[in-house]
């Protein structure tokens, strides 16, 4: 199994604190048939979230970059045992 997370909502406020909300997903690699631009069905080979696994939504002390944020999430899905992050989500 794969996992990836997604950032649902970055909020800054006055007192200078920020919270952040994201959902971690459970998912696959699979190939399905998809309309494409012409309206054709043709195979596509790609990540697919098949499961949420938890949402969370944390108060930071100061402002951080979206890069910041990200590095954060990323050691978090590295150190699961169980499953390994999407390539796009990884501190290689």
Same mark, same amino acid.
Do not use: C, W
């Given at each position: 199994?794969?996992? $990836? @997370? #997604?950032?649902?909502?970055?909020?800054?406020?006055?007192?200078? #604190?920020?919270?952040?909300?994201?959902?971690? @997903?459970?998912?696959?690699? *699979? *190939?399905?048939?998809? =309309? $494409?631009?012409?309206?054709?069905?043709?195979?596509?080979?790609? @990540?697919?979230?098949?499961? #949420?696994?938890?949402?969370?939504?944390?108060?930071?002390?100061?402002?951080?970059?979206? $890069?910041? =944020?990200?590095?954060?999430?990323?050691? =978090?899905? /590295?150190?699961?045992?169980?499953?390994?992050? =999407? *390539?796009?989500?990884?501190? /290689?």
């Amino acid at each position: 199994m794969l996992t $990836d @997370y #997604k950032l649902k909502r970055v909020v800054e406020h006055d007192d200078g #604190k920020q919270t952040v909300e994201f959902v971690f @997903y459970e998912g696959e690699i *699979t *190939t399905e048939d998809e =309309i $494409d631009t012409d309206g054709r069905l043709v195979p596509v080979t790609r @990540y697919r979230r098949t499961k #949420k696994l938890r949402e969370r939504s944390v108060t930071l002390e100061s402002v951080e970059s979206l $890069d910041r =944020i990200q590095k954060r999430l990323n050691n =978090i899905l /590295a150190r699961d045992e169980s499953r390994s992050p =999407i *390539t796009e989500q990884t501190d /290689a």
